[in-house]
Structures are given as C-alpha cells and as structure tokens.
C-alpha cells in the first residue's frame, strides 16, 4: 500500500513538471479559446482553473487574457505588415493584428495564491499583440482597442 502511493505521488509530481514545461506553457493553451467554452457563469475562474494560470511561486496573475479565434488566424499574425518593438523587450519584435479579435479580458478581485483566485470578467474587441519565431506565435504581450 505504502509503494502504491509513493508510486502515485512520483507520477502526480512528473505530471506537474510536464504541465510546466510542456503544451502548459503555449500561447494556444495559455490564451486560445475557440470556440469560447460554454461555461459562461464564472468564466474566468474557471478556465484559470482548467489550464493552471498562475504567476510565478503560484501567485494569482492579475490579469489573463483569453482569444476566442480560430488558431490559424492568430498564426496569420506573424506576417502582419503591423512591426513594432515590443514593450520591455528592446530587441524583440512584436506583431499587431490587422483585424480586431473577440477576446475575455480576466481581472484578479480577489485572492493572492493559486489556486484561491478570483475574477472578474470583461469581454473586448480589440487588436492582439504577439511575439512570433520561425514556427508561429510564441507569446501573447498585450492587446489594444
């Protein structure tokens, strides 16, 4: 019985080092919803929940954003004509869409520690703000109305 459950301990640790390391940590598990999930009464506190946002040492963030489009038409960012710096990246370059995106803006009101975090939530239009590499996007940096 005591294996069993040191056995089950190391594969919930492993799991956990995965989830940090792996698909967690995309742009399309991070901020991609498409189509928008239906659970609609606390939203945020939801989906913050399901993909494991938090800050670092498992601070609540203060603010998560979540893109309901098609992942192609976030990809399709990357060749925007629209270059710009990115902000507190001097070297970096970000990529502003050209059309306006269907987005739910999550806003910390209460909590300070994962998984005790609580959200408001707002839904924007507003154009989306990306850092790209050779393969696609990589980051979400912010979005603009």
């Not at 089950?8 to 792996?22: A, K, R, S, V």
């Not at 189509?35 to 939203?43: E, F, I, M, N």
């Not at 945020?44 to 963030?61: A, E, F, S």
């Not at 004509?81 to 502003?96: G, I």
Request: proline residues 4%.
């Amino acid at each position: 019985m005591i294996l069993m459950v040191i056995i089950y301990l190391m594969l919930l640790f492993w799991e956990n080092e995965q989830n940090e390391e792996g698909e967690g940590s995309t742009i399309e598990h991070l901020h991609v919803d498409y189509p928008q999930s239906d659970s609609l009464v606390r939203y945020c506190n939801h989906m913050v929940l399901q993909r494991v946002i938090r800050g670092p040492d498992n601070t609540c963030k203060k603010e998560h954003v979540f893109i309901h489009e098609r992942p192609r038409n976030i990809n399709s960012v990357c060749t925007s004509p629209k270059k710009m710096t990115c902000q507190n990246h001097s070297s970096t370059l970000c990529f502003q869409s050209l059309t306006k995106f269907r987005m739910t803006v999550c806003q910390l009101i209460g909590g300070t520690r994962y998984p005790a975090c609580r959200y408001h939530i707002s839904s924007v239009e507003g154009f989306i703000v990306i850092t790209c590499d050779n393969v696609g996007p990589v980051t979400f940096q912010r979005y603009a109305k």
